[in-house]
């Protein structure tokens, strides 16, 4: 189920070579937002961690304006960076609206899955090119689009009295759909002019290691229930 890249293009082949794709787009905490039976206890545990998943985040964006490969794509990279920062301080707000004290979540240390993903990207974005970056980026802002659109297709999608009713209208809304278009066409294009068909063994081993890690992140909300 996807309607993201084009046809041939490097993200749908990724994808569809990622072993833990479906699990990533299909785990148990994201059942629990699709239905509204997901503890809260691990919803908020997920919000501090993917508050200090985003700091990580907008580091690796930023090493993107370094990687890009032009100055149009580094004038984009450098936006996202500053969409990014701009993020933080909405997602502090969100925290507050589930009770969560905003100096008590900037204070939180990141949990080992938070470090080991994020760690992961800046070190494959270290190591290699743009496209190694956007590869090992590819599965959080194409996949969280595609979680969106399951969970609303979804014959247990619970849309009145769902408390996570906020959270999937801002993936399934245009505006993030949008982004992870965009992100897909990107990695198509990227495919095309940075050799994506001579290196897809090694970039494929990549970007199917970071949607295991996000399966990973989704599991350490479920277990802090």
Request: aromatic share 12%; proline share 4%; with cysteine.
């Amino acid at each position: 189920m996807t309607d993201y890249g084009s046809e041939g293009g490097l993200f749908r082949r990724l994808r569809a070579a990622a072993p833990a794709w479906e699990a990533y787009c299909w785990h148990p905490f994201v059942q629990g937002l699709a239905d509204g039976s997901l503890p809260l206890p691990a919803f908020q545990h997920y919000l501090v961690q993917d508050y200090l998943f985003l700091l990580q985040f907008a580091r690796a964006k930023a090493l993107a304006v370094f990687k890009a490969e032009s100055l149009q794509a580094m004038r984009d990279k450098a936006q996202a960076v500053l969409s990014i920062l701009d993020e933080t301080k909405l997602h502090l707000t969100y925290c507050r609206e589930w009770g969560l004290d905003e100096a008590a979540v900037v204070a939180t240390p990141e949990a080992a899955p938070t470090v080991g993903y994020t760690r992961w990207v800046l070190d494959r974005g270290m190591a290699g090119d743009i496209l190694d970056l956007e590869v090992a980026l590819a599965p959080c802002t194409v996949g969280y689009g595609e979680i969106a659109m399951r969970i609303n297709a979804h014959p247990s999608r619970r849309r009145d009295g769902n408390p996570y009713e906020s959270w999937i209208a801002t993936y399934g809304g245009a505006e993030y759909q949008a982004l992870a278009r965009a992100a897909a066409m990107r990695l198509d294009t990227l495919g095309t002019s940075h050799g994506g068909e001579a290196r897809f063994p090694s970039l494929s081993s990549n970007f199917a290691e970071a949607a295991r890690l996000e399966t990973h992140f989704w599991q350490m909300g479920l277990d802090a229930r």
